[in-house]
């Protein structure tokens, strides 16, 4: 159990699905993360918020849109994705951006057809 | 860049035996990370090292920074099976870049 629960664990979806990933942290933190993994490439920051609200976005596509309701729930709205787009989505916390260890889910892993 | 690149790409070695993998870095940090990553699952934090610390230990895992040359090891002593997984040190200043990994593999 690792404290941070990501939903689903597997997705398929054809390229003019809406679709919704889901983080939920029970630890506490102040900062939560989306990371993108694709095979045989460093994971790509994507969205960090902390205290609910979004301090970097890293160039990434209007067609993944974050949401941070409250510090414990972290949502990525998925809508007209692209083959390339399918990857491991993980998601992460913890105490302060950055400075403090990540404490990640087991992903949601995304295919796009 | 910051982000760390770690060498080797891919490490096979008896159990029992002791994995060294190490981590290159471009800039200046504030402190750097290694996780271990299962397959098919999320990464899990190893060891957490500032820039002003040169050795951390945590059972049989072993962490140097080197700020100088920009460089960083982990050392799995007496390494198991269970040992097999990905590794990555994730390097942070404003913020947090992993870089693609080392596969390690541990044979019984």
């Known amino acids: 159990e690792t404290g941070v629960t990501q939903t689903p664990r597997h997705l398929v979806m054809g390229m003019t699905n809406k679709k919704s990933l889901k983080c939920e942290q029970h630890?506490?933190?102040?900062?939560m993360y989306w990371y993108k993994q694709s095979a045989k490439k460093p994971l790509e920051l994507m969205f960090v918020?902390?205290?609910?609200?979004?301090?970097e976005n890293n160039s990434v596509p209007s067609r993944f849109s974050p949401e941070c309701p409250n510090s414990s729930h972290l949502f990525l709205h998925l809508h007209t994705l692209q083959p390339e787009d399918s990857a491991l989505y993980l998601c992460?916390?913890?105490?302060?951006?950055?400075?403090?260890?990540?404490?990640f889910g087991n992903g949601t892993r995304l295919t796009v057809t | 860049s910051q982000q760390g690149e770690e060498d080797p790409q891919a490490l096979s070695i008896q159990e029992g035996e002791n994995a060294t993998m190490n981590c290159s870095y471009k800039t200046s940090i504030n402190n750097l990370q290694w996780y271990r990553q299962n397959s098919g699952r999320g990464l899990v934090h190893l060891i957490l090292?500032?820039?002003?610390?040169r050795e951390k230990h945590s059972g049989r895992l072993r962490v140097t920074l080197d700020t100088s040359k920009k460089s960083s090891s982990l050392l799995i002593t007496a390494s198991r099976a269970a040992d097999t997984a990905s590794y990555f040190c994730a390097t942070v200043n404003n913020d947090m870049r992993f870089g693609a990994g080392t596969r390690l593999t541990v044979k019984p």
């Open positions: 630890l506490g933190h102040n900062a």
């Open positions: 992460a916390s913890s105490q302060a951006p950055y400075n403090s260890p990540l404490h």
């Open positions: 918020y902390s205290l609910e609200e979004r301090v």
């Open positions: 090292i500032r820039s002003n610390e």
